[in-house]
């Protein structure tokens, strides 16, 4: 029964329901949700380091529950994003109420599109490749399933990789950077890819070319069906989904580097190089999402048994209120820069 935990996930997209449906005020919903009930929350709910036994966590990996989980997600998140094209494409809405369910389902994308995809990207199976490179269409980041698998796991932690962010470097900076420097990578990771196995860059072989042709049918299909405020409001929930991305990959690698080693080469992947939040509620609705450095030390490793660490570092808060901070960057700085050299300080001893 306590597996039914992860059932709250689906507040999410509930709360984008209520706000499409009841609109006013009301619109707001999961922006208030996701930021102001959860972090609140979590100021006063315990953390929990407690793990799955190893001797469960062969068994807990092949239960299909935690699978359907995440596919279920899928059919929400383009019926919400539907939904929502539709509302603002044919109803009279104010300012206020477009902003608001703007927001709300730009956060499902971000949350429940792109997050799910994140998870379902590293497995093995085909099919689960697949829905992952379908769940990222509404954001227009189909080429994070290159970058983040083939870059960004490779390249975390040093500054080959855009989606780290560096000691001292605001969110706003990062943002630029990172999404760009996300996007080339993937070119080049995809280039190369082909150039082993001798395949020509302009073909149908080229995934960063059907992503480029796929995203453009989908915007095309919403403005030929919607008209141009479809296609705005397609635009503009693409965009928070895949900056509330970029804020998380800020959060989860901020100032934290592998030493080079004598070769010239950086240190093996450790839990050190992920900042870590055991604060459960967060846990339960981003499907383990903020056990990052354990998600890090080893990627193949499904949300249901990701581990607490003793050796990562840890957040002083949960992720929606850590990404709530970096959009101040003084009080950000204030808070986790002296936690990164005190981190550093304790590796080198």
Not at 131 to 160: C, W
Not at 190 to 210: A, G, I, P, V
Not at 237 to 253: D, K, M, P, Q, S
Request: hydrophobic share 45%; glycine share 6%.
């Amino acid at each position: 029964m306590k597996d039914l935990k992860y059932l709250a996930a689906y507040l999410i997209p509930l709360s984008a329901a209520l706000a499409l449906t009841w609109q006013g005020g009301w619109s707001w919903s999961t922006v208030v949700l996701g930021f102001v009930i959860v972090p609140i929350a979590e100021l006063f709910l315990p953390q929990s380091a407690s793990n799955v036994s190893p001797e469960m966590e062969e068994s807990r990996s092949k239960t299909r529950f935690f699978d359907w989980l995440l596919y279920l997600n899928a059919p929400m998140l383009f019926g919400i994003v539907g939904w929502y094209l539709w509302v603002v494409a044919h109803d009279s809405l104010s300012l206020f109420e477009v902003a608001g369910i703007t927001l709300s389902v730009g956060i499902i994308v971000g949350a429940n599109g792109i997050n799910v995809a994140h998870e379902l990207g590293h497995r093995a199976a085909k099919g689960e490749q697949l829905l992952s490179k379908i769940m990222l269409l509404p954001a227009l980041y189909q080429h994070f399933f290159i970058e983040h698998n083939r870059g960004h796991h490779k390249n975390v932690a040093t500054d080959k990789d855009p989606a780290s962010a560096r000691f001292g470097e605001h969110l706003y900076a990062f943002w630029w950077r990172s999404v760009a420097g996300s996007w080339r990578s993937a070119w080049a990771l995809e280039r190369e890819r082909l150039e082993k196995e001798k395949k020509s860059f302009w073909s149908w072989h080229n995934e960063m070319l059907r992503f480029s042709l796929f995203q453009s049918l989908w915007l095309a299909a919403i403005y030929y069906m919607l008209g141009w405020k479809g296609l705005a409001g397609a635009i503009a929930v693409a965009a928070i989904g895949f900056l509330l991305l970029e804020t998380i990959n800020y959060v989860e690698h901020y100032g934290l580097r592998r030493r080079v080693l004598a070769t010239g080469r950086p240190e093996p992947v450790s839990p050190t190089h992920s900042w870590n939040s055991d604060h459960e509620l967060g846990r339960i609705m981003l499907y383990e999402l903020t056990r990052h450095s354990d998600h890090h030390y080893k990627a193949t490793r499904k949300y249901q048994i990701l581990r607490h660490l003793d050796e990562s570092p840890q957040l002083p808060y949960g992720y929606p209120a850590s990404m709530l901070l970096a959009l101040l960057p003084p009080a950000w700085f204030g808070v986790m820069n002296r936690r990164v050299i005190i981190g550093e300080k304790a590796m080198t001893m």
